[in-house]
C-alpha cells in the first residue's frame, strides 16, 4: 500500500511540476529507459527489486519484458531461488533451453524452460501426471502451506502418475526435483503479476522522472532516518 501511495504521489508532482498526466495502469510496458535502469542495477526505493542479492541477479539477466520482472519477483523466494541463474543463462543462450518431455514446452515456453509459479507444476501434474485439476488444486495447497508429509505423499502419487503416463522412472524424478523447491515457497502468477507490475511501475517512473520519484518516495521515508 506504502508503495501504492508513493506511486500515486509521484504521478501528483509530475502533473504539477511538469504539466505531465499519466495513467499509471497504462504506461508502456516495453520501456528501454526502466530495463536500463535495472539492468545497470540502479534498483534503490523501487518495490521488490531492491536488496543486494536481488539488484544482482536483475545486473546479470537485463531484463527486457515485464514477464521477466514478474518472474524474478516469483522465484526471489527460499526454493525457487535455486532457479534464478538457470533462467539467466537460458535467457541469455537459447540453446541451452530443454524441457523434460514435449509436453512441458507449452507450459514452460514464456519462461525458457524454468519452472517458475505454482501454476506450473499444477499444469505439469495434469498433463504428465494425469492429475485432475482437483488433485492439481491439492498439490497447490501442499506447497503453498509448506507442509512435508502432505508433500512426501504427493511426491508418491505424482512420481507413480508419471511413470504411468509415459515418463521415465529417471525422468520423473528428474522432474520432481525442479517441483521440490517449490515445497518451501512457490508464487501463482497472478500474484507474481500483481507485484511485478507495481515493481514495474516503480522502476518507470523512477527511469523516466527520478526527481519527482525520489521525492514522492523520501517523504514517505521521512520517518526512517537510517
Known sequence: IRNLSILGDAVFLVRKLKGVEIDIERIPVDDQKTFDLLAKGHTMGTFQLNGEGMTKYLMDLKPERVEDIMAMVALYRPGPIESIPEYIRRKHDASL???????????????????????????????LGGYSWLE???LRKAMGKKIPEEMALQKIKLMEGLVKNGLSESKARELWKLIEPFAAYGFGKAHAASYGMVAYQTAYMKANFPAEYMTALMTAESGDLE
Open 136 to 138: 492439481a488444486d491439492k
Open 97 to 127: 533451453i530443454a524441457y523434460l518431455d514435449p509436453r512441458l514446452e507449452p507450459i514452460l515456453k514464456k519462461s525458457y524452460g524454468v519452472i517458475v509459479y505454482q501454476e506450473d507444476v499444477m499444469l505439469a501434474a495434469i498433463h
